[in-house]
């Protein structure tokens, strides 16, 4: 699967919450020759179900589809005729640009396809160190570890508002 490149400007379209992918299939169908690339950010966690641990996928953005590329009019009407697309995220007159920098830090983890894979880590007298994973070099945005569940709360900024997400991690040591 490709990676999330720089192939000009990036939207987002609100859906259904959990009918993500199923909305994405149905874009992808209608913009096949377009340049238009659409994404659901995902993450990989690690849940307790039955006292058993299991690798579950989940989404990032619950309710959100990523736009790459550019949405002129013609797309905007050819986009708001899709099943299960409740509106564009946008502004007072267009669709809104999600500002790169909001973006940045998401192709960073996302970077072999659209979901985020576990990172390694060495908790140190509360300092929390990345030793692999999508998290390297990424530590200032970790606000906490909950070492039961093997997940780290990140801060991230989407369309200028601040959310914390769970990122799934692997504990190597803590001292």
């Known amino acids: 699967m490709r990676d999330l490149g720089d192939d000009g400007r990036w939207y987002a379209l609100f859906v259904l919450t959990g009918e993500e992918d199923h909305v994405k299939e149905r874009l992808e ?18 849940e307790r179900k039955d006292g058993k ?28 005729g899709t099943p299960g697309l409740l509106n564009v995220l946008k502004d007072a007159y267009e669709p809104l640009e999600i500002p790169e ?9 996302i970077c072999n396809g659209e979901v985020i894979e576990h990172s390694s880590v060495l908790v140190e ?3 929390v160190v990345v030793v692999d994973g999508p998290l390297l070099g990424l530590e200032g945005l970790i606000q906490s570890i ?24 692997f504990i190597i040591q803590s001292v």
């Open 146 to 169: 909950d070492k039961r569940k093997g997940r780290a709360k990140v801060r991230l900024n989407f369309a200028c508002e601040p959310r914390l997400v769970d990122l799934s991690i």
């Open 53 to 80: 641990w299991e690798e579950k996928i989940r989404t990032i953005l619950p309710g959100y589809i990523l736009v790459n590329g550019y949405i002129g009019v013609e797309e905007y009407y050819l986009l708001m």
């Open 125 to 127: 007298s509360g300092k």
């Open 29 to 46: 169908y209608r913009f096949k020759n377009s340049k238009l690339r659409f994404i659901v950010p995902k993450r990989k966690l690690m």
């Open 101 to 109: 920098k909001d973006i940045e830090v998401l192709k960073k983890l």
